[in-house]
Nanobody
Framework: QVQLVESGGGLVQAGGSLRLSCAAS????????MGWFRQAPGKEEREFVA?????????FYAHSAKGRFTISRDNAKNTVYLQMNSLKPEDTAVYYC???????????????WGQGTQVTVSS
């Protein structure tokens, strides 16, 4: 098993940037595909934001994140990052990192989840 803890959320003005981190403990992070998901206020489901392969060579983004967000990982530090630039009020959500044994963007295929970190973007 792997335990995941997100950090780096906060309140930022529209157009600003934040970098989220996801630290893993337990099993080594390099064993997993890592993803970021978010759940906006009033929404029932978490939506896919970005994913990265075990080696970090392959990355995948939701349309809403492409060109503004960058997912990366440092397996030596057992940490995954989500750099978010040009933030918009509609990016306001709780952001979760998750681990999967499959290269996938489907929420249901992720087995381990962090507790989430709040990102609020003011207009």
């Amino acid at each position: 098993q792997v335990q995941l803890v997100e950090s780096g959320g906060g309140l930022v003005q529209a157009g600003g940037s934040l970098r989220l981190s996801c630290a893993a403990s337990g099993r080594t992070l390099s064993s997993y595909v890592m993803g970021w998901f978010r759940q906006a206020p009033g929404k029932e489901e978490r939506e896919f934001v970005a994913a990265i392969s075990r080696s970090g060579v392959n990355t995948f983004y939701a349309h809403s994140a492409k060109g503004r967000f960058t997912i990366s990982r440092d397996n030596a530090k057992n940490t995954v990052y989500l750099q978010m630039n040009s933030l918009k009020p509609e990016d306001t959500a709780v952001y979760y990192c998750a681990a999967s044994t499959s290269l996938t963007i489907q929420r249901a295929d992720y087995d381990y989840w962090g507790q989430g970190t709040q990102v609020t973007v003011s207009s």
